[in-house]
Nanobody
């Protein structure tokens, strides 16, 4: 069973930065595609970014383009999300997910909270 563990969340003021990390316990065909999702209170979970390993080019939600950067270090089985110029609307629980291609997210982390104050 592949496990994903996120870290790096916290509370920052608007305009600040955070870097989220996700460590994958093992690499398998069913976990090579990795991405970040988020869910704010009262809202549906949305995809924030996922890697090109998911079968297409690197994806970013329109709301985070130019501010967030997804990266991956396969030597460390790790996924990162650098978040700059944070806004209060970015406040959410952020989840790391892994699957075999876009839309097949078999594994999820427990989430890390990001809170951005104005």
């Amino acid at each position: 069973q592949v496990q994903l563990v996120e870290s790096g969340g916290g509370s920052v003021q608007a305009g600040g930065s955070l870097r989220l990390s996700c460590v994958r316990s093992e690499y398998t065909y069913y976990s090579h595609c990795m991405g970040w999702f988020r869910q704010a209170p009262g809202k549906e979970r949305e995809a924030v970014a996922y890697t090109s390993a998911c079968g297409s080019s690197t994806y970013y939600a329109d709301s985070v383009k130019g501010r967030f950067t997804i990266s991956q270090d396969n030597t460390k089985n790790s996924l990162y999300l650098q978040m700059n110029s944070l806004k209060p609307d970015d406040t959410a629980m952020y989840y790391c997910a892994a699957g075999s291609y876009v839309g097949t997210w078999y594994y999820w982390g427990q989430g890390t909270q990001v809170t951005v104050s104005s």
